[in-house]
């Protein structure tokens, strides 16, 4: 593999020390469930990047307030 022949970090590692956040990160910081997670991305409210192959995602932390969901996780 590339990266480890050249030691590079990985994308998901890049984007962590960059600050983006796992699924499991986001949901405690934002006191909701993982699922809320990654309906909240699928509609557009939470800003992700797909960090490998399998279709993974790490979450950009919201700057302001927490977002509002309509039912309570």
């Known amino acids: 593999m590339i990266e480890r022949y050249y030691n590079l970090k990985s994308r998901h590692q890049r984007l962590q020390d960059a600050g983006l956040l796992t699924r499991k990160e986001m949901a405690q910081r934002l006191n ?4 809320t997670v990654v309906r909240l991305h699928a509609d557009g409210r939470l800003r992700g990047e797909k ?9 950009h932390a919201p700057a302001n307030a927490p977002l509002r969901t309509s039912a309570q996780d």
């Open 32 to 35: 909701i469930s993982e699922k």
């Open 51 to 59: 960090c490998d192959d399998r279709s993974h995602f790490l979450y």
